[in-house]
């Protein structure tokens, strides 16, 4: 199973960016299809980004022109930029690495607090 380690999390102001980065253990990195989550207090775990083993994204309407995932094989690596954060983007943020065949590996999460 891949270990993965979310880092980059923290406390920003509304209408701010940070990047998040999931590093991950996996020697075949590339062919994983990475994800990013987000789970806020009482509600239910959710997928808002996401890229393929060929570099294609997709993302939740609710983060759709603010969020970019990408990934850096090189480094074993996928980030997420969050840019014009608000306060609903308030959550506990996870990767997500899938790949046919195999269990899926979940990171341990990092914070990001959205508040002025």
């Known amino acids: 199973q891949v270990q993965l380690v979310e880092s980059g999390g923290g406390l920003v102001q509304p209408g701010g960016s940070l990047r998040l980065s999931c590093a991950a253990s996996?020697?075949?990195?590339?062919?994983?299809?990475m994800g990013w989550y987000r789970q806020a207090p009482g509600k239910q775990r959710d997928l808002i980004a996401a890229i393929t083993r060929g570099g294609s994204t997709n993302y939740a309407d609710s983060v759709k022109g603010r969020f970019i995932i990408s990934r850096d094989n090189a480094k074993n690596t996928v980030y997420l930029q969050m840019n014009s954060l608000k306060p609903e983007d308030t959550a506990v943020y996870y990767c997500k690495a899938d790949r046919v065949g195999v269990p899926s590996s979940w990171g341990q999460g990092t914070q990001v607090t959205v508040s002025s």
């Open positions: 996996a020697n075949l990195f590339s062919i994983y299809t």
